[in-house]
């Protein structure tokens, strides 16, 4: 992340909010300005408009849903384990080409209001439950 903000010629701020259960030791983070962000995603969320994450975590869920843009990065030797997978809200990433890419396609596309769209299109909340009946007069 740090070598991708130095290719954009924009200022970016990185801000790193570890796992709970998973810090790291920031005196071995050597690679430029970063602030750790120690709140829980639920204090945060509203602070900011861009999320990178790993692969396989709830956190891009929280931000997808909080209608945050969402950029995980994949190894793209291992399958795609993000909740997420096949949303095309999201973008996921395996080079810091791609990443310089999203982060541009991000500024392009700022201001953006995702918040309903995502919260609509990711869970089924008609009161009726048309998909739940559908289900159950097809297993009679």
């Keep these: 992340i740090f070598i ?3 290719v954009i010629s924009e200022r970016i701020k990185i801000f790193i909010k570890w796992h709970p259960y998973c810090t790291i030791d920031s005196s071995e983070l050597h690679y430029g300005k970063y602030t750790i962000v120690k709140q829980p995603l639920s204090a945060i969320m509203n602070e ?7 692969n396989a975590t709830n956190a891009a869920l ?5 209608g945050k843009c969402v950029i995980s990065m994949l190894d793209p030797n291992y399958f795609n384990m993000s909740p997420l997978r096949g ?3 999201v973008q996921f990433v395996s080079t810091k080409d791609e990443l310089v890419d999203a982060i541009l396609n991000y500024r392009n596309h700022h201001g953006l209001n995702l918040k309903d769209e995502c919260v609509k299109n990711f869970f089924y909340t008609d009161k009726k439950l048309p998909k739940w009946r559908m289900v159950i007069s097809h297993n009679q």
């Design 62 to 66: 929280d931000a997808y849903l909080s």
């Design 48 to 54: 900011y408009d861009l999320v990178f994450t790993s």
């Design 4 to 6: 991708t903000c130095s």
């Design 87 to 89: 949303h095309g809200k």
